[in-house]
């Protein structure tokens, strides 16, 4: 079974004002470019551009103060911020009043708009070599990449240490009690705006088939890999008097991904 857990940010209180000056900003400003840098992989620009078409993504590093926080705290160890980096993505590809960030890699001239992606290409260059000019690398390779180290740079307890409480032990056998302290104690070591709209929690139940014991395990996952062609073979068996209309969508992933396997 998949769990999604989502919280309500709330850090300054002005959400449905932000909510709407994005949407404004949606319908009326038009779109800045991402151009093209040399030999980089087509999937980086491809990637960039879907986390730069999500509202919610837009709306917190725009307008959210722990972004800036994060970034100084950054600032002040002399680290690289990928923060930083995605920030100023964010603001060039969507500008207020049409106006760039001013950073030595903005480019403007008389017929178009557009901007390079080297700082965030820069930035993740620099923290793995896995997204260098020679690696080798998937879409969700850099995906993943992206969100596990903006969820680090924006892990608000892991700044706060928060003490967990130890002394409660849930019920083995309940399953909502479970599932709770298990999400309870990730969130008090993992709570960012990452782990709040990217993360889920995964149950796996098991059971014995002679005896009939059962036990819960539960993972935190941020990707879900299908396998498209068994899911397309096994929606063709069961459609076997309607093969010419058979169309997949993601529910029929989920269905699929939540089988009983007998091991």
Do not use: R
């Given at each position: 079974?998949?769990?999604?857990?989502?919280?309500?940010?709330?850090?300054?209180?002005?959400?449905?004002?932000?909510?709407?000056?994005?949407?404004?900003?949606?319908?009326?400003?038009?779109?800045?470019?991402?151009?093209?840098?040399?030999?980089?992989?087509?999937?980086?620009?491809?990637?960039?551009?879907?986390?730069?078409?999500?509202?919610?993504?837009?709306?917190?590093?725009?307008?959210?103060?722990?972004?800036?926080?994060?970034?100084?705290?950054?600032?002040?160890?002399?680290?690289?911020?990928?923060?930083?980096?995605?920030?100023?993505?964010?603001?060039?590809?969507?500008?207020?009043?049409?106006?760039?960030?001013?950073?030595?890699?903005?480019?403007?001239?008389?017929?178009?708009?557009?901007?390079?992606?080297?700082?965030?290409?820069?930035?993740?260059?620099?923290?793995?070599?896995?997204?260098?000019?020679?690696?080798?690398?998937?879409?969700?390779?850099?995906?993943?990449?992206?969100?596990?180290?903006?969820?680090?740079?924006?892990?608000?307890?892991?700044?706060?240490?928060?003490?967990?409480?130890?002394?409660?032990?849930?019920?083995?056998?309940?399953?909502?009690?479970?599932?709770?302290?298990?999400?309870?104690?990730?969130?008090n070591e993992n709570a960012s705006f990452i782990s709040d709209n990217f993360y889920g929690t995964n149950q796996i139940q098991i059971?014995?088939?002679?005896?009939?014991?059962?036990?819960?395990?539960?993972?935190?996952?941020?990707?879900?890999?299908?396998?498209?062609?068994?899911?397309?073979?096994?929606?063709?068996?069961?459609?076997?008097?309607?093969?010419?209309?058979?169309?997949?969508?993601?529910?029929?992933?989920?269905?699929?991904?939540?089988?009983?396997?007998?091991?």
């Amino acid at each position: 079974k998949i769990h999604f857990e989502q919280k309500n940010n709330n850090d300054n209180g002005n959400n449905n004002q932000l909510k709407n000056d994005i949407k404004s900003e949606f319908n009326t400003h038009p779109l800045i470019g991402l151009q093209s840098i040399g030999d980089s992989p087509y999937h980086i620009n491809a990637v960039l551009q879907c986390f730069c078409q999500s509202e919610i993504i837009i709306n917190h590093f725009k307008y959210n103060k722990n972004i800036i926080e994060a970034i100084n705290k950054y600032k002040k160890k002399k680290k690289l911020s990928l923060t930083k980096a995605f920030k100023n993505l964010i603001e060039n590809l969507w500008p207020s009043d049409d106006k760039f960030i001013k950073t030595k890699y903005c480019h403007e001239n008389k017929s178009n708009k557009y901007y390079p992606p080297y700082e965030m290409i820069e930035t993740i260059s620099n923290m793995s070599s896995l997204f260098d000019k020679s690696g080798d690398n998937e879409a969700k390779d850099f995906i993943n990449f992206i969100i596990m180290e903006l969820h680090k740079e924006l892990n608000k307890n892991q700044l706060e240490k928060k003490l967990i409480n130890t002394d409660f032990k849930p019920n083995q056998s309940n399953q909502k009690e479970m599932l709770s302290f298990f999400i309870n104690n990730f969130m008090n070591e993992n709570a960012s705006f990452i782990s709040d709209n990217f993360y889920g929690t995964n149950q796996i139940q098991i059971q014995c088939c002679g005896c009939g014991i059962i036990k819960y395990n539960y993972e935190i996952f941020s990707f879900l890999i299908f396998p498209l062609d068994e899911i397309i073979k096994n929606n063709f068996l069961m459609n076997i008097n309607n093969q010419n209309n058979i169309i997949i969508n993601i529910n029929d992933c989920f269905e699929f991904n939540q089988k009983i396997q007998v091991l």
